[in-house]
């Protein structure tokens, strides 16, 4: 039973492989894409730049000179006041994972709102993986820089897995053990059925509701000071 098991494993991977491959390649215009601080957290690099390649899609990042997927041009009127600021925090997807800058949610937003002639100004410092423990470390550094009137946080239930308290010390090696299965990510079977079940709302909830993550929301210690 073992060996005709490996074989259709092995037949359904070579398949996947040959007709609906998983391969996902970031070609870098200039590298490294991030840099860390001198308390190790990770940043993007000014003027950093690459294409992420993947099978539902094809975009292009730009870093701006403050390190932002940004498109604004903030270095004449970093003390003016003829807009509205918004600082965007967030993870992913306020950085745009997935998606041409235009196609941002709050690219476009920005966009909309300043057609109606609210004239805000959105600062998008999203920073794929981050959660609020490290939101809260980054909004120290920039928020002197920017100054704005009001701070978005995007916030995704998955933070809850990673956020630490405050005055906890920040461990590299815990959160890279917390990450320690994407290997098995490599294999595109798997790569495959994450893609269908990511498309699928009901399916995703139900799986998700399965691991260790759902019982996070019935922890007392996570919602206690």
């Not at 259709?8 to 840099?35: C, D, K, M, W, Y």
């Not at 932002?68 to 992913?92: A, C, M, P, Q, V």
Request: proline fraction near 3%; charge should be negative; aromatic fraction near 14%.
């Amino acid at each position: 039973m073992i060996i005709p098991s490996v074989l259709i494993v092995v037949l359904i991977e070579g398949s996947i492989r040959l007709f609906a491959n998983q391969s996902s390649t970031n070609e870098f215009i200039s590298a490294p894409a991030s840099q860390l601080t001198e308390k190790g957290f990770q940043r993007y690099r000014p003027h950093a730049a690459w294409r992420t390649i993947k099978p539902e899609f094809t975009i292009d990042v730009l870093i701006n000179e403050f390190g932002l997927r940004d498109e604004n041009t903030y270095h004449n009127k970093l003390n003016s006041r003829d807009r509205t600021r918004f600082l965007i925090l967030g993870d992913s997807f306020a950085f745009g994972a997935g998606n041409q800058y235009e196609d941002i949610f709050h690219v476009k937003l920005e966009s909309m709102l300043n057609e109606d002639s609210y004239n805000v100004e959105f600062v998008k410092a999203g920073v794929s993986s981050y959660d609020q423990y490290l939101e809260y470390h980054y909004l120290e550094e920039i928020y002197g820089l920017f100054k704005p009137e009001y701070i978005v946080v995007c916030f995704l239930p998955n933070d809850l897995f990673t956020n630490e308290r405050l005055d906890w010390e920040y461990d590299i090696d815990q959160r890279k053990n917390l990450r320690k299965g994407e290997s098995f990510m490599k294999l595109h079977t798997v790569a495959f059925l994450r893609a269908v079940i990511m498309n699928n709302d009901a399916a995703y909830v139900k799986l998700y509701g399965r691991t260790g993550r759902e019982s996070i929301f019935h922890r007392e210690k996570y919602w206690s000071s």
